[in-house]
Nanobody, 122 residues
Framework: VQLQASGGGLVQAGGSLRLSCVAS????????MGWFRQAPGKEREFLAA????????RYADSLKGRFAISRDNAKNTVYLQMDDLKPEDTAIYYC????????????????WGQGTEVTVSS
């Protein structure tokens, strides 16, 4: 499956952005879909993942409810709604997919989008 992420940009602290990830296959509805980010000089960080076919969702504890993952099956698209953005949220954001099992380890994901850049100004 191929993934195409978009929706990044420049936003002021406290603002919101919605990232999109379009999958090339309709079968993505059965995959685990995840969002990660990587800031300069830092390791890739897990944000959220979901496998809607079994009703499972998981978020990084550090997000404290500011981010939400969702999907639109008709558009083969997964979203990451990001609210109350902070300068420390500045990073390249990636969507990823794997066939089974929600995991927070980026090495476990088989398919990756190209990344979309988010910059949060103070």
């Amino acid at each position: 499956v191929q993934l195409q992420a978009s929706g990044g940009g420049l936003v002021q602290a406290g603002g919101s952005l919605r990232l999109s990830c379009v999958a090339s296959e309709r079968t993505f509805v059965n995959y685990v879909m995840g969002w990660f980010r990587q800031a300069p000089g830092k390791e890739r960080e897990f944000l959220a993942a979901a496998r809607w076919s079994v009703g499972g969702t998981r978020y990084a504890d550090s997000l404290k409810g500011r981010f939400a993952i969702s999907r639109d099956n008709a558009k083969n698209t997964v979203y990451l709604q990001m609210d109350d953005l902070k300068p420390e949220d500045t990073a390249i954001y990636y969507c990823a997919a794997r066939k089974v099992g929600i995991t927070t380890n980026s090495d476990d994901y088989d398919y990756w989008g190209q990344g979309t850049e988010v910059t949060v100004s103070s």
